[in-house]
T-cell receptor, first 113, second 106 residues
């Protein structure tokens, strides 16, 4: 296992289109997190899963955003009807539990034009 | 008040200097804290955990002050390669600070 993998690395989309990102966590990690980061800011929490259960969603996550983690393995983050304000780096991380540190993937950089 | 606050800097220091960053948090029940390092256009990478008794890893020392609700990171004998943004995270809340940018100059 080489770590957390995210695809695609870059995505350019037109405003109003839907996009989906994928995250493959470290296989023995049961927690998976999605964060969004813009230039000069720290990672902003979006949502997290414990196994297949989505346990928390940020109030910043509008109803255009949805995340899934079927079977507690990989996860997808979908953004519907993208807006220019959605342009950011979307980071996925996994951890072995609440006391373990996160391992981040390289992120998906989204540009909405 | 933000849940996790950091001085954004930038901190510009000469090589060999000692520099310290603080990170305050609002949730007094928080138990788990970490420092991460993030290089430009890269993902954050775990630097070190923060233990109640304080802990050291080479030139890096992390401390926790529960009474005042802050954690700190001390870097001794700073190197050019230490230039990065340093992020603190309150693991229980999964919230990161905005990061403190450090530039070490020759």
């Amino acid at each position: 296992d080489t770590g957390v993998s995210q695809n695609p690395r870059h995505k350019i989309t037109k405003r109003g289109q839907n996009v989906t990102f994928r995250c493959d966590p470290i296989s023995e990690h049961n927690r998976l997190y999605w964060y969004r980061q813009t230039l000069g800011q720290g990672p902003e929490f979006l949502t997290y899963f414990q196994n297949e259960a989505q346990l928390e969603k940020s109030r910043l996550l509008s109803d255009r955003f949805s995340a899934e983690r079927p079977k507690g393995s990989f996860s997808t983050l979908e953004i519907q009807r993208t807006e220019q304000g959605d342009s950011a780096m979307y980071l996925c991380a996994s951890s072995p539990g609440i006391v373990g540190g996160y391992t981040f993937g390289s992120g998906t950089r989204l540009t909405v034009v | 008040r933000k849940e996790v606050e950091q001085d954004p800097g930038p901190f510009n220091v000469p090589e060999g200097a000692t520099v310290a960053f603080n990170c305050t948090y609002s949730n007094s029940a928080s138990q788990s804290f970490f420092w991460y390092r993030q290089d430009c256009r890269k993902e954050p990478k775990l630097l070190m955990s923060v233990y109640s008794s304080g802990n050291e890893d080479g030139r890096f020392t992390a401390q926790l002050n529960r009474a005042s609700q802050y954690i700190s990171l001390l870097i001794r004998d700073s190197k050019l390669s230490d230039s990065a943004t340093y992020l603190c995270v309150v693991n229980d809340d999964m919230r990161f600070g905005a990061g403190t940018r450090l530039t070490v100059k020759p």
